[in-house]
């Protein structure tokens, strides 16, 4: 088994239509859509339906309630800036929403949906200047002028969500009728001319619009947006933009894109920058620049990423830290680092093909994206903290936090970026399980699942996924096409999945019986309609230790199954208690019984109150107890609790 699939040069993409939120005009696998592949049940699947059903409902009354929508019709209405509520960059979450719908109406009619997004984008449209100028915050009698605080303003940040959601909207419904492709690509001519080479020559503080221009010029066909997405990349990191307490890193304007050993800065920037910067590399044919990607996000995952998938260490500018400044109590991760980080990832698996950046993919989903909403998907951690040291406070149901890093989950936020940024992801999650090529299809993410594609040579293939993953690791495909000749079917081995095997059913009889590495497992041959490929991934709870730099959890170990990190939580308790007043014990093996891991705790000798320093003290004390360990994604929904990740065994 290999990590990468045989290497091929990037193929331009032929012609086809794909409904995805990424579709390089080149790449080494084509992404599979809504239409072609469709969750059916399961983890993500139920997620999905929390999402449709209660998640979209209540983005949209809190931007009601907030009065961040009700903005747009202030602006349309010429009474701003009295009366305007929320950030400088609320009108984003709007165009999330609207991203989020868009998806979730390629996945499914729904009449009231619909109604409902016409509606908001009607809203918005009001909103835009003769000029194509929309931004509710800036360019009014008494308020700022324009693009005058690139440092703080995202204006740009918020027209490139703007610039998304429309992306959404025309490969969803093409040709809609509703404006919002016109409405984005008014605001996109006008970006051109105003920062295009001869325009103003610095960049938003916030990246996004990277990304966002270039999958614009992609569904248009309008090569400015291209090259305005490659002129903001090229000028960041020259020292552009005004110095702050944090440096220009905080920005990435500190060192060129091209330049940088890893991610830096604010986590969710530096993603966002990073995913833009692979399409700018794609499209131009950069490999110098697509080289450095490659290593700042191998750097980055190997060296300042959280055993979740989490990004981030600082709370106060939501960045990075150095190599190995990884401290659990401290963790940031906020879920919005993790959305970003599965959009640069997934950008260098289609151009690479490598099972890496699946993995992290699979990781970042399981533990930041899914941890984020509650069970009812109507609050949301923003940050993601590895260790809850002080049991949490319930969130009134209808107050917004003004904290991020809030100790339960929240119904909204002062800065509600996270909220709508999972609903987006959520609703166009069929888009990341498959990809094919000239040779056959690649399954990344294992959940059940309906794939109707073509392949590049015009042969149909239909595959059904049947699986329990996470909750067992047997992933069950069966071929429902027959084919006169080979075509490549390829799953992707989890890098902790040593032990997999593989087993090919041709009607009753096993035709092929494999153990399969970490990689690529690789199935090529004339599949008959009926025949089956049995993935069994190892599911055995793994204890997992961390690399000795990483200072802040030495001594430390943590609990993995499958893709989920399992935390302790005090509720699991015997009495209730801390969890930092317990030690694993390491010598007993963990233990699966009623659906659960267990392992062995004892508790800690009792504190002295005078001075925590001095001899080595005493060896952790009876009573010894069996506790349940909790997915970490789940962590949190059983009321106020202490939790923690990293356990100690000493």
């Not at 983890?43 to 929390?50: A, L, Y």
């Not at 067992?472 to 084919?483: H, M, Q």
């Not at 040593?498 to 009889?509: H, M, P, Y």
């Not at 952790?620 to 909790?630: D, H, N, R, T």
């Amino acid at each position: 088994m290999s990590t990468t699939l045989p290497t091929r040069p990037l193929d331009s993409a032929p012609a086809r239509t794909v409904v995805a939120p990424v579709i390089p005009t080149r790449s080494r696998l084509r992404p599979l859509g809504l239409g072609e592949v469709r969750i059916t049940g399961g983890f993500w699947g139920s997620r999905q339906s929390v999402n449709a059903a209660h998640t979209l409902s209540h983005i949209l009354g809190r931007l009601e309630s907030e009065g961040w929508l009700p903005n747009f019709d202030r602006a349309a209405a010429g009474t701003l800036p009295a009366g305007r509520r929320g950030r400088e960059f609320s009108d984003s979450e709007v165009y999330k929403y609207l991203e989020a719908a868009a998806w979730e109406l390629g996945r499914r009619d729904d009449v009231e949906l619909e109604r409902t997004f016409r509606a908001v984008v009607a809203r918005v449209a009001a909103a835009q200047e003769s000029d194509g100028y929309l931004n509710t915050e800036f360019g009014r009698p008494g308020q700022q002028p324009r693009w005058s605080d690139l440092e703080w303003g995202h204006e740009l940040y918020c027209l490139g969500h703007l610039f998304q959601a429309a992306v959404a909207r025309e490969r969803t419904r093409p040709g809609a009728d509703d404006g919002l492709l016109t409405v984005a690509r008014r605001a996109a001519d006008l970006v051109c001319q105003v920062f295009g080479a001869d325009g103003i020559a610095a960049f938003c503080g916030h990246p996004e619009i990277e990304a966002a221009l270039a999958e614009l010029a992609r569904v248009t066909g309008e090569e400015r947006y291209a090259a305005q997405a490659t002129l903001f990349v090229d000028r960041r990191g020259h020292e552009t933009l005004a110095d702050i307490e944090w440096g220009r890193r905080y920005f990435q304007d500190d060192v060129p894109v091209r330049d940088a050993a890893a991610l830096s800065g604010h986590a969710v920037r530096a993603n966002y920058l990073a995913a833009g910067a692979v399409d700018v590399a794609v499209e131009t044919h950069d490999d110098e620049l697509m080289e450095s990607l490659r290593a700042q996000w191998a750097r980055t995952r190997g060296r300042r990423t959280y055993i979740t998938g989490g990004q981030g260490s600082h709370h106060q500018d939501e960045a990075f830290g150095d190599d190995w400044e990884l401290p659990s109590d401290r963790a940031y991760s906020e879920t919005c680092a993790g959305i970003a980080s599965v959009m640069f990832s997934w950008r260098l698996l289609l151009a690479d093909g490598e099972a890496a950046y699946g993995d992290l993919i699979e990781r970042t989903l399981f533990n930041v994206v899914a941890t984020s909403p509650s069970a009812d998907g109507t609050s949301f951690f923003y940050a993601n903290t590895l260790h809850q040291r002080v049991p949490g406070t319930v969130p009134d149901p209808d107050a917004t936090s003004p904290r991020a890093s809030s100790s339960l989950r929240a119904p909204w936020f002062e800065v509600s970026c996270c909220p709508p940024n999972v609903a987006r992801t959520l609703a166009s999650l069929d888009a990341y399980v498959a990809t094919a090529d000239a040779g056959g299809i690649q399954i990344h993410q294992y959940a059940p699942a309906e794939i109707r594609t073509t392949l590049d040579d015009g042969r149909e293939v239909a595959l059904d996924v049947a699986t329990r993953y996470p909750s067992d690791g047997v992933i069950r495909v069966t071929v429902n096409e027959a084919a006169d000749e080979a075509w490549t079917l390829s799953l992707r081995i989890p890098e902790w999945a040593e032990g997999a095997s593989l087993r090919v059913w041709s009607g009753d009889t096993v035709t092929e019986l494999a153990a399969v590495s970490p990689g690529w497992a690789e199935i090529s041959r004339p599949f008959r309609a009926g025949d089956v490929v049995e993935l069994e991934l190892p599911m055995a709870p793994r204890v997992v230790v961390p690399d000795p730099r990483i200072d802040a959890v030495r001594g430390c170990v943590a609990v993995e199954r499958g893709p989920e990190v399992l935390a302790l939580e005090s509720v699991d308790l015997s009495d209730g208690g801390d969890v930092g007043e317990v030690v694993l014990d390491a010598t007993t093996p963990l233990a699966e019984r009623e659906g659960r891991v267990w392992a062995t705790f004892s508790g800690r000798p009792a504190a002295t109150p005078q001075w925590p320093y001095g001899e080595e003290s005493a060896k952790a004390s009876a009573p010894i107890q069996s506790v349940a360990l909790v997915p970490y994604h789940d962590w949190g929904n059983r009321g106020p609790s202490t939790m923690r990740v990293w356990l100690p065994t000493v």
